[in-house]
């Protein structure tokens, strides 16, 4: 190849090699493609998002804190379980029954159903809240079924290798075949 060929060849591959970009990101001409915030506008402080993220997961917490599941009634009747009572009544001193919304989680029979909304009525009506709303709705966040809920029964999701305290027997235990990651037994 003669020296003009050479050098019209390094010529083409740095004149391409600025136009595409291959020496960062800033493009054609200092402008970075990969910006996410446009220039001149001043991006969001740092951890804004996973605050938005946690006041998310905290205002859907409260909310399942009104939400009666199938586990909340003994067996497929429209009697409370002791736990929903205990639950029901800590959140009576709190406020929380009066301000919002009760959902009960359909258990397929409408008239099963019904009798369970007049019990939680009556029950929050005894409780001292004036007018509750009770329903009967898929709940935002559905609860766990049979192995599952008896894993993290112990705790707010902390998966146990035991039934210490549930009244339940768990199957098989957790984790990876009971064996724990890097100390930490059962998960």
């Not at 029954?97 to 989680?105: K, S």
């Not at 079924?145 to 902390?158: C, D, H, K, L, N």
Request: glycine share 14%.
């Amino acid at each position: 190849m003669n020296k003009r060929a050479q050098l019209a060849l390094t010529a083409i591959a740095v004149s391409s090699a600025l136009t595409i970009g291959c020496a960062g990101r800033h493009g054609i001409f200092g402008t970075d493609k990969c910006a996410d915030v446009p220039a001149g506008a001043i991006p969001e402080p740092a951890g804004t998002k996973v605050c938005e993220w946690q006041t998310e997961q905290v205002r859907n917490a409260i909310a399942d804190q009104t939400v009666y599941y199938q586990a909340d009634f003994v067996g497929g009747t429209a009697e409370l379980s002791p736990a929903a009572m205990e639950r029901l009544a800590r959140n009576s001193g709190s406020g929380l029954l009066a301000i919002q919304n009760h959902v009960i989680e359909p258990s397929g029979d409408t008239d099963l159903d019904a009798f369970r909304v007049d019990t939680v009525t009556q029950t929050l009506l005894q409780a001292g809240v004036p007018q509750p709303v009770v329903q009967v709705a898929v709940p935002a966040a559905l609860g766990l079924r049979g192995p599952q809920a008896e894993r993290v029964a112990g705790g707010f999701g902390t998966i146990r290798n035991s039934s210490a305290g549930t009244g339940a027997p768990i199957s098989r235990p957790s984790g990876l075949g009971g064996v724990g990651i890097g100390g930490f037994g059962g998960f």
